[in-house]
């Protein structure tokens, strides 16, 4: 692997966070990220912070009762699929 491809900067680093956070990065593309993150000196507090409004968003929903019943009918048979 060349030098240049082993070393994210911050502007790829960052912009594969969200990737990072979903699981859906290239699996070359992870340790990478890791890495950067270790040694780089501004990008771990925005991570840190991407992670928390990661988690408290996806801690966030409605209650089935607030989704119209047809549009709930039509989720769980997608779903379902």
Known sequence: MANHEANFGCA??????????DNDLV???RPQLEAHL?????CPPLYASLVGVHELV?????RESVIAKILHNRMAAL???
């Open 58 to 62: 996806g801690g966030l929903y409605d």
């Open 27 to 29: 699996p070359v593309q």
């Open 38 to 42: 270790e040694h780089c000196s501004t």
């Open 12 to 21: 790829q680093a960052r912009s594969r966070v969200s990737d990072y956070l």
């Open 79 to 81: 779903r379902n699929q």
